[in-house]
């Protein structure tokens, strides 16, 4: 790639051929000293970054997965679930053109139906993060909280339980 300089073979192509001594190749290269390792710092910084970014995204599966191979779990000890297993039911008016939603009485089906103002929460939380009690620790769940904050979505809320 374009990154991938080597500062003393270019330096010594562009030095004109009869300068081309020892000497002058040695000055050269002390002189592109600083700037090589500007240059590798840059390299190791990319790498670290592609490694934390890489390929993860914001799905259930790569968070799982991070913090899985955060703590060293191989078993998939950490989990997400949703915060709450009730799907979310909108109301449309007939010019809307959506899927009609039918409200039963009590006595006809079993599951409760909520309705919700607009400005009213429906959930306090958007998905539970699953850990097991072993690291149950303040110290390992702002670890957690770190990660997840740093690949959720925003607005994205969530909790953390622990489990046995």
């Known amino acids: 790639m374009w990154y991938n300089i080597d500062f003393i073979k270019l330096s010594q192509q562009f030095l004109p051929t009869f300068l081309r001594q020892t000497r002058i190749i040695a000055l050269v290269r002390a002189l592109i000293l600083s700037i090589q390792v500007v240059h590798d710092d840059f390299l190791t910084f990319r790498k670290n970054a592609i490694t ?5 995204s914001v799905s259930v599966i790569a968070l799982e997965k991070l913090l899985n191979d955060e703590f ?17 039911i909108y109301l449309f008016n007939r010019s809307e053109e959506q899927l009609p939603t039918y409200l039963y009485n009590r006595s006809e089906t079993p599951e409760k139906t909520i309705l ?5 929460p429906t959930r306090e939380f958007d998905f539970v993060i699953n850990i097991p009690n072993e690291i149950d620790t303040e110290s390992s769940k702002f670890q957690i909280k770190s990660i997840v904050d740093f690949y959720k979505m925003p607005g994205k809320s969530y909790n953390i339980q622990s489990y046995e």
Do not use: M, Q, S
Not at 116 to 120: D, I, M, P, Q
């Open 72 to 88: 060293l779990y191989y078993a998939h000890e950490i989990f997400i679930t949703d915060a709450d297993g009730r799907p979310v």
């Open 116 to 120: 919700f103002n607009r400005g009213e």
């Open 52 to 56: 934390k970014i890489g390929n993860a």
